[in-house]
């Protein structure tokens, strides 16, 4: 049943979906909300973009997704458009899905994409609607949004906002989206709740999600607090590497020891080469920030560290190869596995793996890079770098391997074979994915990170 803010149950109809930005998060809604059977309408101010979404093409790499999007096409529910006019005129439920980068020369987030995407379509919305948003802010955007869409749209007060923050794993973006592990809905009225309902009705159907209904100050914050946990995490147990190397003590070791305490557990208590990505990095920032804003940045003062931490897992990673080299890197041939910040994805942004390459560059080395599906990312933005085709042709006469992204066929490399093809046979485990008793057998000598 729909149910719009001002008129609360006078339909039978499901709400018709808009979502605005069909970048990574926007488009895997979209694709999924329409195979679940919602009619789903996506807007972007991308014209290509959307042309090559609308011809069946996914603009970035996402298992399951391409075949999705035909399924969501050929079923009808689906199209696309940059029209915002069109995009009132069709949608009860509009989600904002557009990014929020970090500001150029500070930690802030840049809110600009989420205000030009509410202001145009504001514009356009004359009946009840509500407007969702997904993008992950500072606490209190909802608010200034709000007035915004009082103020701009011809409905006026008749429009609502909700907040619905999304938490999806690159890799595993459409399991996320079709069977969440939760739902936040951070609304102002029973209405709104109403309507957020009715929009997630084919999760909610299917599984038993839990719903968690809050303020919209809130739902957020959660998005930001849970990424601000699970980048904690990790950086302790690399703070932990950090000590192990200076005892000789073995960090995989003490991480499992760890993961047996029910009150601690082993997700995300991986050590190696650390976080990256769009999110993580930017979103722990993002809130240190707005927390000083607030007046409260004391509170969430060790993010600053959580991000120190992180940054000094690349310089080490550094280092080890410029042990294993001698203490020089000039025309050190290193084999570099690995682009991507995340095995299963194309996602490049504050990625370790190239930050690493990029770095022994620098320092002289002569490095060839190759990833399963990052290539032409890490081309565009790395032109400086060598690449590959394969991992045995970047190793070729290589000095060092270095593995900087745990994509499964790196893990499944035989070294014996690999020591055919290199100059040296000497590795740097940055993601501690290989196992150092077969490769010390094959001959190499085997480092990582907080590992004697």
């Known amino acids: 049943m729909l149910q719009t803010a001002a008129d609360p149950a006078t339909t039978t109809r499901s709400p018709r979906l808009t979502v605005i930005g069909t970048g990574y998060l926007g488009a895997t809604h979209a694709i999924c909300m329409a195979v679940l059977g919602m009619e789903v309408l996506g807007v972007d101010v991308d014209a290509e973009k959307t042309a090559r ?45 557009v990014g929020t980068p970090q500001t150029k020369g500070s930690d802030a987030a840049d809110l600009t994409y989420v205000r030009a995407a509410t202001a145009a379509l504001a514009r356009h919305l004359d009946r009840p609607a509500l407007v969702v948003g997904k993008s992950t802010v500072p606490v209190g955007t909802a608010a200034e949004l709000t007035e915004m869409l009082h103020a701009l749209a011809p409905a006026g007060t008749q429009v609502e906002l909700a907040w619905n923050p999304e938490f999806l794993r690159e890799g595993f973006a459409v399991e996320d989206t079709m069977n969440p592990d939760r739902l936040v809905f951070g609304v102002s009225s029973p209405s709104a709740e109403a ?34 946990f ?42 190696g080469l650390g976080f990256g990505g769009g999110c993580l990095p930017k979103d722990i920032r993002a809130f240190r920030h ?48 690995g682009a991507a910040f995340k095995p299963d994805s194309d996602d490049i942004r504050d990625a370790p793996a190239l930050d690493v390459a990029d770095a022994l560059q620098r320092a002289g080395a002569h490095v060839t890079v190759y990833d399963p599906v990052a290539m032409d990312n890490a081309r565009r933005d790395y032109p400086q770098l060598r690449y590959a085709t394969s991992a045995m042709g970047a190793a070729s006469g290589a000095d060092v391997v270095v593995l900087l992204t745990e994509w499964t066929q790196f893990r499944e490399v035989d070294p014996q074979l690999l020591g055919k093809v290199v100059r040296q046979r000497q590795v740097v485990d940055g993601r501690h994915a290989l196992d150092p008793v077969a490769w010390r057998a094959a001959g190499w000598t085997y480092r990582a990170l907080g590992r004697p």
């Not at 003590?249 to 991986?270: N, W």
């Open 53 to 97: 979404l609308a011809a069946g093409e996914v603009p970035f790499f996402e298992p399951g997704l391409p075949e999705l999007l035909r399924k969501a096409l050929d079923s009808g529910r689906l199209r696309f458009t940059t029209d915002f006019e069109e995009a009132g005129a069709f949608g009860d439920v509009h989600f904002l899905c």
């Open 195 to 228: 309507v957020l309902r009715a929009a997630f009705a084919p999760v909610l159907d299917m599984h038993d999600t839990p719903v968690v209904v809050t303020d919209l100050e809130t739902a957020e914050l959660v998005k930001v607090a849970a990424n601000s």
């Open 230 to 271: 699970l980048a904690t995490k990790i950086s302790y147990i690399n703070a932990m590497a950090e000590v192990c190397e200076a005892t000789g003590a073995d960090v995989t070791a003490l991480a499992k020891a760890l993961s047996y305490d029910s009150r601690i557990g082993g997700k995300f208590l991986r050590p």
């Open 290 to 337: 707005r927390a000083t804003e607030l007046g409260a940045g004391q509170a969430v003062a060790f993010l600053g560290e959580v991000d120190a931490i992180n940054r000094r897992r690349r310089a080490r990673t550094v280092d080890l190869v410029r042990e294993l080299a001698g203490g020089d890197l000039s025309g050190v041939r290193v084999a570099a596995w």
